[in-house]
């Protein structure tokens, strides 16, 4: 059997509430639960080795856009510094 999780997003209408309002609220709660997501993601089966495969690949990209953003934060740092070493010099002259 596999693992199943509660896939119900349940929303109780507040009194006077616009029934606009509550499905937007049930839409929010189903994005936050990615319900739609798992559904999606359990329409086939996928054989461990290919999800182990997946979630290898996705922490690869995580990791080289982290240290992509690393490397952009340094040289904006630098520039930075750089910049106000400039206007200290340019107020001494």
Do not use: C
Not at 12 to 40: A, N, S, T, Y
Not at 44 to 50: G, L, Q, R, T
Not at 61 to 78: G, M, V
């Amino acid at each position: 059997m596999s693992k199943s999780k509660n896939l119900h997003a349940k929303v109780v209408p507040k009194k006077g509430e616009p029934f606009e309002r509550m499905v937007k609220r049930f839409l929010k709660k189903v994005k936050k639960e990615r319900v739609i997501e798992q559904v999606k993601d359990r329409r086939y089966y996928e054989k461990p080795s290919v999800t182990k495969k997946k979630e290898k690949l996705a922490g690869i990209a995580r990791w080289k856009k982290f240290e992509a953003d690393k490397k952009k934060k340094e040289t904006l740092k630098e520039a930075n510094y750089n910049k106000r070493v400039d206007n200290n010099k340019r107020r001494e002259d």
